[in-house]
């Protein structure tokens, strides 16, 4: 197993795709002879040719051909640079790539996926920094995923190549150079969706997803420390949502619920976690939603970081909600 961190996961992951499916093609602004803008994609112009290349700055024209090319038999990996950037050509997957199988009976179909990367990082600004998960998932068509370790980044991607509809690949580029782990790169491609049960404990159940990941788990590692053991449900795969194991972990924590996300509170993911669960009558008490402000975030870091959810805010929310 070859040891990575995030961004070489997800270098691997392309490279092993574009070998094993000619279908593939990657592409979009800078992702060839640059390597990306974050170095993701370095190398793989010079080893796959003409299959990455790097296109002009027009979101509408990498995901309207990528869209194209999909329905015409190849499966394009095409990077939208920020996340942000996406809403410029939001028709292309929301009116067409996430209708392609349904108006068409099920005779055409975009197997396509779209990689981008969003979240805060320092003097992002307000325009560079949204975290737009919950845009997505509100499309049906779409499937969604954000990974936080190296090894999901690589089983994401590979999983996103071999299915048949459009993903969306959301990666925080504040993991993109962390630390390494042991990924392995060899296993055959997983069935989209899934979760991870990252800590155990009868507490509460704690749902997050993404960079946000990290903070959750050091906050209940600190609290198990202090007598609190949380379960920490992960789930890289927003849609498909894995309901059943959010079912079984809160009949095992008694029905007390927690969600923690960097998006913006109102109208987050978090709230369709949280509907899901007292729909399906699990809840035992009021749930618990942690989440950025309901702000744009601001270039001073200082500023950015009393609003997004850090260590001591996300503690001591947890601590108290398990108190009560």
């Given at each position: 197993?070859?040891?990575?961190?995030?961004?070489?996961?997800?270098?691997?992951?392309?490279?092993?795709?574009?070998?094993q499916v000619p279908?593939?093609?990657?592409?979009?602004?800078?992702?060839?002879?640059?390597?990306?803008?974050?170095?993701?994609?370095?190398?793989?112009?010079?080893?796959?040719?003409?299959?990455?290349?790097?296109?002009?700055?027009?979101?509408?024209?990498?995901?309207?051909?990528?869209?194209?090319?999909?329905?015409?038999?190849?499966?394009?990996?095409?990077?939208?640079?920020?996340?942000?950037?996406?809403?410029?050509?939001?028709?292309?997957?929301?009116?067409?790539?996430?209708?392609?199988?349904?108006?068409?009976?099920?005779?055409?179909?975009?197997?396509?996926?779209?990689?981008?990367?969003?979240?805060?990082?320092?003097?992002?600004?307000?325009q560079h920094s949204?975290?737009?998960?919950?845009?997505?998932?509100?499309?049906?068509?779409?499937?969604?995923?954000?990974?936080?370790?190296?090894?999901?980044?690589?089983?994401?991607?590979?999983?996103?190549?071999?299915?048949?509809?459009?993903?969306?690949?959301?990666?925080?580029?504040?993991?993109?150079?962390?630390?390494?782990?042991?990924?392995?790169?060899?296993?055959?491609?997983?069935?989209?969706?899934?979760?991870?049960?990252?800590?155990?404990?009868?507490?509460?159940?704690?749902?997050?997803?993404?960079?946000?990941?990290?903070?959750?788990?050091?906050?209940?590692?600190?609290?198990?420390?202090?007598?609190?053991?949380?379960?920490?449900?992960?789930?890289?795969?927003?849609?498909?949502?894995?309901?059943?194991?959010?079912?079984?972990?809160?009949?095992?924590?008694?029905?007390?619920?927690?969600?923690?996300?960097?998006?913006?509170?109102?109208?987050?993911?978090?709230?369709?976690?949280?509907?899901?669960?007292?729909?399906?009558?699990?809840?035992?008490?009021?749930?618990?939603?942690?989440?950025?402000?309901?702000?744009?975030?601001?270039?001073?870091?200082?500023?950015?970081?009393?609003?997004?959810?850090?260590?001591?805010?996300?503690?001591?929310?947890?601590?108290?909600?398990?108190?009560?």
């Amino acid at each position: 197993m070859p040891e990575l961190n995030y961004s070489g996961a997800v270098n691997a992951a392309l490279r092993r795709c574009l070998e094993q499916v000619p279908e593939t093609l990657l592409y979009g602004e800078d992702v060839a002879k640059p390597g990306g803008v974050h170095g993701v994609t370095r190398r793989l112009w010079k080893d796959f040719g003409d299959r990455v290349f790097d296109t002009p700055i027009s979101e509408s024209a990498i995901l309207g051909s990528a869209v194209g090319a999909a329905m015409m038999g190849r499966r394009p990996i095409v990077e939208i640079m920020w996340a942000d950037f996406f809403l410029v050509a939001l028709d292309q997957m929301v009116n067409q790539a996430a209708n392609i199988r349904y108006v068409s009976e099920g005779r055409l179909k975009a197997p396509l996926v779209v990689r981008t990367q969003q979240g805060n990082s320092p003097a992002a600004c307000a325009q560079h920094s949204q975290n737009l998960e919950a845009l997505f998932t509100h499309t049906p068509g779409l499937r969604v995923a954000i990974p936080s370790t190296p090894q999901d980044a690589f089983d994401v991607m590979v999983s996103a190549v071999y299915n048949d509809d459009p993903v969306v690949v959301i990666d925080n580029r504040t993991l993109y150079f962390g630390a390494k782990e042991n990924v392995v790169t060899d296993a055959a491609p997983k069935p989209i969706g899934g979760s991870h049960v990252r800590r155990t404990g009868p507490a509460a159940t704690v749902v997050t997803w993404g960079a946000i990941t990290h903070q959750v788990l050091a906050t209940a590692d600190r609290l198990a420390e202090e007598g609190v053991r949380l379960t920490v449900l992960e789930t890289p795969w927003l849609n498909p949502f894995d309901h059943d194991a959010l079912h079984r972990s809160l009949v095992d924590t008694g029905g007390r619920l927690a969600v923690v996300h960097e998006a913006n509170t109102t109208g987050g993911f978090g709230g369709e976690v949280i509907v899901r669960a007292l729909e399906a009558g699990v809840l035992s008490g009021r749930p618990l939603r942690i989440g950025t402000d309901d702000s744009r975030i601001p270039a001073t870091p200082e500023l950015a970081a009393a609003l997004i959810p850090g260590a001591d805010r996300i503690h001591a929310g947890l601590k108290q909600f398990a108190a009560g």
